[in-house]
């Protein structure tokens, strides 16, 4: 029993010691937090990933739809739209520190920051570095957060900087619940994607 006692004590510790868990996330809604809690700690560790679905976009400049492919190695990201978006294909690929935007028939972009980069050259303020987290149905770690779970503990929406991200719905892939349709907001530009196919993956750290 004692032993029993100490593991559950250190696992809280290890937990309340990951960035990606702490007081910056302020969660309500019907789900339970420590399912929650369980159902992040999983996500977290998937650090690679290829998604086949369909984006849709509305800014001010700018308003279609057409086809995504993200790959996700790590650090290492390679994001793929293309489709009547208005500015024709774009192809964004990086790590931190160095991005390379690619447009068809304008030429190759680069930039420290994805966000710089597509403000710069396509109008969007899209918070790329948190898409990261977004997309695997998880609040960015870096700053403060609202959260809401729905009846699966699960997210049903997030607002982060300005944003606000609405799951409509999950797919389960190789034992992880991940979202499959969901919609962000921001200030002039909402976005909805469609996960036509996830492939997570562990690559190790």
């Not at 100490?6 to 302020?26: D, P």
């Not at 994001?79 to 520190?97: C, N, Q, V």
């Not at 900087?161 to 797919?171: F, M, Q």
């Amino acid at each position: 029993m004692l032993l029993r006692h100490f593991i559950t004590f250190s696992l809280i510790a290890v937990l309340a010691g990951c960035s990606s868990f702490g007081s910056r996330e302020a969660v309500q809604g019907q789900g339970n937090a420590q399912l929650w809690r369980e159902h992040k700690q999983q996500l977290s560790t998937l650090d690679g990933w290829q998604i086949n679905g369909k984006v849709g976009i509305r800014a001010p400049k700018d308003s279609g739809s057409g086809t995504l492919f993200w790959l996700q190695r790590q650090d290492y990201y390679d994001i793929r739209l293309s489709g009547p978006l208005g500015r024709g294909a774009a192809r964004l690929t990086g790590r931190p520190g160095q991005v390379v935007l690619e447009v068809a028939n304008q030429g190759r972009f680069e930039a420290q920051s994805p966000e710089s980069l597509l403000a710069e050259q396509l109008g969007w303020e899209l918070p790329v570095s948190h898409l990261v987290w977004w997309v695997r149905g998880l609040p960015a770690p870096d700053s403060k957060s609202q959260l809401t779970l729905d009846g699966d503990s699960r997210l049903a929406s997030l607002k982060q900087d300005g944003w606000s991200v609405e799951y409509l719905s999950y797919t389960e892939q190789n034992g992880y619940w991940l979202p499959e349709r969901l919609k962000l907001h921001g200030q002039d530009l909402d976005v909805t994607v469609v996960v036509k196919e996830w492939q997570p993956r562990q690559l190790g750290h």
